[in-house]
Protein backbone atom coordinates (compact mmCIF):
# COMPACT_ATOMS: atom_id res chain seq x y z
CA UNK A 1 0.00 0.00 0.00
CA UNK A 2 1.38 3.52 -0.97
CA UNK A 3 1.90 5.68 2.42
CA UNK A 4 -0.76 8.43 2.43
CA UNK A 5 -0.81 11.77 5.17
CA UNK A 6 -4.74 11.73 5.76
CA UNK A 7 -5.88 14.83 4.80
CA UNK A 8 -8.55 15.90 7.39
CA UNK A 9 -10.88 18.50 5.64
CA UNK A 10 -11.86 14.90 2.91
CA UNK A 11 -13.61 13.56 6.38
CA UNK A 12 -13.12 9.64 7.08
CA UNK A 13 -14.47 6.38 5.39
CA UNK A 14 -17.04 4.09 7.52
CA UNK A 15 -17.47 0.63 6.53
CA UNK A 16 -20.20 -1.02 8.16
CA UNK A 17 -20.06 -4.66 7.42
CA UNK A 18 -16.56 -5.38 7.35
CA UNK A 19 -14.90 -9.60 7.16
CA UNK A 20 -12.11 -10.86 5.19
CA UNK A 21 -13.74 -10.46 1.90
CA UNK A 22 -14.80 -7.09 0.07
CA UNK A 23 -15.37 -5.34 3.70
CA UNK A 24 -11.54 -5.71 4.06
CA UNK A 25 -11.15 -4.58 0.52
CA UNK A 26 -13.05 -1.68 0.94
CA UNK A 27 -11.03 -0.34 3.62
CA UNK A 28 -7.79 -1.23 1.92
CA UNK A 29 -8.53 1.23 -0.98
CA UNK A 30 -10.25 3.72 0.64
CA UNK A 31 -7.22 4.03 3.20
CA UNK A 32 -4.70 3.51 0.16
CA UNK A 33 -6.40 6.74 -1.00
CA UNK A 34 -5.30 8.95 2.08
CA UNK A 35 -8.95 8.15 4.26
CA UNK A 36 -8.74 7.58 7.61
CA UNK A 37 -11.39 4.32 8.18
CA UNK A 38 -13.67 2.91 10.63
CA UNK A 39 -14.49 -0.67 10.42
CA UNK A 40 -18.18 -1.79 11.64
CA UNK A 41 -18.28 -5.09 13.00
CA UNK A 42 -20.65 -7.32 14.84
CA UNK A 43 -17.50 -8.96 16.40
CA UNK A 44 -14.90 -7.13 15.30
CA UNK A 45 -12.06 -9.13 17.63
CA UNK A 46 -10.75 -11.26 14.58
CA UNK A 47 -10.11 -8.24 12.79
CA UNK A 48 -7.40 -6.73 14.03
CA UNK A 49 -4.67 -7.95 11.48
CA UNK A 50 -6.76 -6.01 9.43
CA UNK A 51 -6.12 -2.46 11.34
CA UNK A 52 -2.71 -3.60 11.98
CA UNK A 53 -2.33 -3.54 8.01
CA UNK A 54 -3.86 -0.35 7.66
CA UNK A 55 -2.12 1.73 11.30
CA UNK A 56 0.85 3.73 10.13
CA UNK A 57 -0.92 4.48 6.93
CA UNK A 58 -3.76 6.33 8.10
CA UNK A 59 -5.73 6.08 11.53
CA UNK A 60 -7.89 3.44 11.30
CA UNK A 61 -10.05 1.45 13.75
CA UNK A 62 -12.15 -1.86 14.65
CA UNK A 63 -15.68 -0.52 16.18
CA UNK A 64 -18.28 -3.09 17.33
CA UNK A 65 -21.60 -2.50 16.23
CA UNK A 66 -24.96 -4.25 15.64
CA UNK A 67 -25.96 -2.53 12.47
CA UNK A 68 -29.48 -2.90 13.45
CA UNK A 69 -29.68 -1.19 17.15
CA UNK A 70 -30.02 2.49 16.61
CA UNK A 71 -27.92 3.51 19.74
CA UNK A 72 -25.38 1.60 18.80
CA UNK A 73 -25.27 3.06 15.04
CA UNK A 74 -25.15 6.64 16.52
CA UNK A 75 -21.81 5.88 18.92
CA UNK A 76 -20.10 4.48 15.85
CA UNK A 77 -20.38 7.88 14.63
CA UNK A 78 -19.90 9.87 17.23
CA UNK A 79 -16.87 8.06 17.85
CA UNK A 80 -15.51 8.48 14.08
CA UNK A 81 -16.73 12.29 14.46
CA UNK A 82 -14.60 12.33 17.69
CA UNK A 83 -11.56 9.80 17.09
CA UNK A 84 -10.79 10.16 13.39
CA UNK A 85 -13.06 13.01 11.24
CA UNK A 86 -16.80 13.65 10.25
CA UNK A 87 -17.32 11.10 7.70
CA UNK A 88 -17.50 12.04 4.12
CA UNK A 89 -18.14 8.38 2.47
CA UNK A 90 -19.95 5.95 4.16
CA UNK A 91 -20.53 1.81 2.74
CA UNK A 92 -23.49 -0.22 3.84
CA UNK A 93 -21.75 -3.59 3.31
CA UNK A 94 -24.01 -5.81 6.28
CA UNK A 95 -25.97 -8.67 4.80
CA UNK A 96 -27.13 -12.18 6.26
CA UNK A 97 -29.26 -14.28 4.49
CA UNK A 98 -30.31 -18.09 5.46
CA UNK A 99 -31.29 -20.16 2.14
CA UNK A 100 -34.31 -21.97 2.13
CA UNK A 101 -37.95 -22.73 0.93
CA UNK A 102 -40.69 -20.40 2.23
CA UNK A 103 -42.11 -23.42 4.32
CA UNK A 104 -39.24 -23.63 5.68
CA UNK A 105 -38.28 -20.53 6.74
CA UNK A 106 -39.13 -19.28 10.19
CA UNK A 107 -40.35 -15.94 11.03
CA UNK A 108 -37.21 -15.15 13.52
CA UNK A 109 -35.19 -16.29 10.67
CA UNK A 110 -36.78 -14.07 7.87
CA UNK A 111 -36.96 -10.87 10.65
CA UNK A 112 -33.06 -11.22 11.67
CA UNK A 113 -32.58 -11.13 7.35
CA UNK A 114 -34.64 -8.42 6.92
CA UNK A 115 -33.45 -6.24 9.88
CA UNK A 116 -29.63 -6.77 8.66
CA UNK A 117 -30.33 -6.20 4.81
CA UNK A 118 -32.30 -3.06 5.16
CA UNK A 119 -33.68 -1.76 8.48
CA UNK A 120 -29.98 -1.41 9.60
CA UNK A 121 -28.61 0.34 6.00
CA UNK A 122 -31.97 2.63 7.12
CA UNK A 123 -30.23 3.27 10.47
CA UNK A 124 -27.13 3.66 9.23
CA UNK A 125 -27.52 5.95 6.17
CA UNK A 126 -29.59 8.64 9.10
CA UNK A 127 -26.96 8.64 10.93
CA UNK A 128 -24.29 9.66 8.07
CA UNK A 129 -27.07 12.04 6.28
CA UNK A 130 -27.16 14.60 9.53
CA UNK A 131 -23.77 15.51 9.62
CA UNK A 132 -23.16 15.47 5.61
CA UNK A 133 -26.34 17.37 5.14
CA UNK A 134 -24.98 19.66 7.48
CA UNK A 135 -21.72 19.85 5.62
CA UNK A 136 -23.43 19.96 2.11
CA UNK A 137 -21.34 17.03 0.62
CA UNK A 138 -20.83 13.41 0.93
CA UNK A 139 -21.15 9.99 -0.38
CA UNK A 140 -23.23 7.12 1.17
CA UNK A 141 -22.95 3.51 -0.57
CA UNK A 142 -24.94 0.69 -0.59
CA UNK A 143 -24.02 -2.93 -1.24
CA UNK A 144 -26.64 -4.91 -3.47
CA UNK A 145 -26.55 -8.15 -4.79
CA UNK A 146 -28.14 -9.77 -8.31
CA UNK A 147 -31.42 -10.27 -5.23
CA UNK A 148 -31.70 -6.32 -5.37
CA UNK A 149 -33.62 -7.10 -8.90
CA UNK A 150 -34.88 -10.32 -8.83
CA UNK A 151 -36.38 -13.01 -6.02
CA UNK A 152 -35.35 -16.22 -6.76
CA UNK A 153 -36.65 -19.24 -5.27
CA UNK A 154 -34.86 -20.30 -1.89
CA UNK A 155 -33.45 -16.62 -1.74
CA UNK A 156 -36.82 -15.23 0.04
CA UNK A 157 -34.44 -14.06 2.95
CA UNK A 158 -31.72 -12.10 0.59
CA UNK A 159 -34.10 -11.03 -1.56
CA UNK A 160 -36.71 -9.09 0.33
CA UNK A 161 -33.80 -7.45 2.50
CA UNK A 162 -32.18 -6.41 -0.76
CA UNK A 163 -35.13 -5.11 -2.76
CA UNK A 164 -35.81 -2.78 0.32
CA UNK A 165 -32.42 -1.27 0.32
CA UNK A 166 -32.33 -0.48 -3.08
CA UNK A 167 -35.73 1.15 -2.66
CA UNK A 168 -34.14 2.91 0.45
CA UNK A 169 -30.85 3.82 -1.85
CA UNK A 170 -33.51 5.41 -4.61
CA UNK A 171 -35.32 7.46 -1.85
CA UNK A 172 -32.29 8.45 -0.60
CA UNK A 173 -30.79 9.85 -3.64
CA UNK A 174 -33.85 11.44 -4.22
CA UNK A 175 -33.90 13.65 -1.11
CA UNK A 176 -30.04 13.71 -0.19
CA UNK A 177 -28.70 14.29 -3.64
CA UNK A 178 -29.85 17.96 -3.92
CA UNK A 179 -28.74 19.02 -0.80
CA UNK A 180 -25.08 18.10 -2.00
CA UNK A 181 -24.95 14.06 -0.70
CA UNK A 182 -24.16 11.34 -3.72
CA UNK A 183 -26.05 7.95 -3.07
CA UNK A 184 -25.68 4.81 -5.06
CA UNK A 185 -26.62 1.53 -4.92
CA UNK A 186 -24.07 -1.27 -6.25
CA UNK A 187 -25.72 -4.35 -7.87
CA UNK A 188 -23.01 -7.37 -7.23
CA UNK A 189 -24.11 -9.87 -9.57
CA UNK A 190 -22.13 -12.33 -8.89
CA UNK A 191 -19.55 -14.08 -6.76
CA UNK A 192 -17.39 -12.77 -4.51
CA UNK A 193 -13.91 -14.38 -4.72
CA UNK A 194 -12.41 -15.04 -1.84
CA UNK A 195 -9.24 -17.57 -0.88
CA UNK A 196 -10.91 -20.63 0.54
CA UNK A 197 -12.42 -20.99 -3.03
CA UNK A 198 -9.46 -20.79 -4.70
CA UNK A 199 -9.56 -24.58 -5.37
CA UNK A 200 -13.21 -24.93 -6.18
CA UNK A 201 -12.37 -22.67 -9.23
CA UNK A 202 -9.11 -23.29 -9.79
CA UNK A 203 -10.62 -24.77 -13.89
CA UNK A 204 -11.42 -21.78 -14.72
CA UNK A 205 -10.22 -18.81 -15.59
CA UNK A 206 -8.44 -16.15 -12.71
CA UNK A 207 -10.80 -13.62 -13.27
CA UNK A 208 -14.01 -15.85 -13.50
CA UNK A 209 -15.12 -14.61 -9.74
CA UNK A 210 -15.42 -11.25 -9.05
CA UNK A 211 -12.35 -9.94 -7.78
CA UNK A 212 -13.02 -7.86 -3.58
CA UNK A 213 -10.24 -5.35 -4.99
CA UNK A 214 -11.70 -4.49 -7.97
CA UNK A 215 -15.33 -3.87 -6.74
CA UNK A 216 -13.48 -1.83 -3.99
CA UNK A 217 -12.04 0.19 -6.78
CA UNK A 218 -15.94 1.12 -8.73
CA UNK A 219 -16.56 2.50 -4.80
CA UNK A 220 -13.60 4.69 -4.67
CA UNK A 221 -14.64 5.99 -8.23
CA UNK A 222 -18.07 6.70 -7.36
CA UNK A 223 -17.17 8.52 -4.61
CA UNK A 224 -14.49 10.47 -6.74
CA UNK A 225 -17.53 11.30 -9.41
CA UNK A 226 -17.90 15.25 -9.92
CA UNK A 227 -21.56 15.95 -8.96
CA UNK A 228 -21.98 17.44 -12.34
CA UNK A 229 -22.58 13.64 -13.47
CA UNK A 230 -23.37 11.58 -10.55
CA UNK A 231 -24.69 7.75 -11.08
CA UNK A 232 -26.96 6.34 -8.93
CA UNK A 233 -26.82 2.68 -9.81
CA UNK A 234 -24.22 0.48 -10.86
CA UNK A 235 -24.37 -2.95 -11.35
CA UNK A 236 -20.93 -5.23 -11.57
CA UNK A 237 -20.86 -8.34 -13.22
CA UNK A 238 -17.51 -11.30 -14.21
CA UNK A 239 -17.15 -11.47 -17.72
CA UNK A 240 -18.19 -14.71 -17.64
CA UNK A 241 -21.50 -14.18 -15.96
CA UNK A 242 -24.56 -14.68 -17.59
CA UNK A 243 -27.50 -12.00 -17.37
Not at 224 to 229: D, G, L, N
Amino acid sequence: MREHSARPERGSAVVVGVGPGLGAALARRFAADGLPVAMAARDPSDLEWLRDELTGHVPARLVACDATEPEQVDALFAEVERELAPPGLVVYNAGAFVRGDVLETTPEEFLRCWRVGCYGGFLVARAAARGMVERGRGTILFTGATASLRGSAGFVNLAVGKFGLRALAQSLARELGPKGVHVAHVVIDGQIAAPERADAVSRKPPDALLSPDAIAAEYARLHAQRRSAWTFELDLRPWVERF
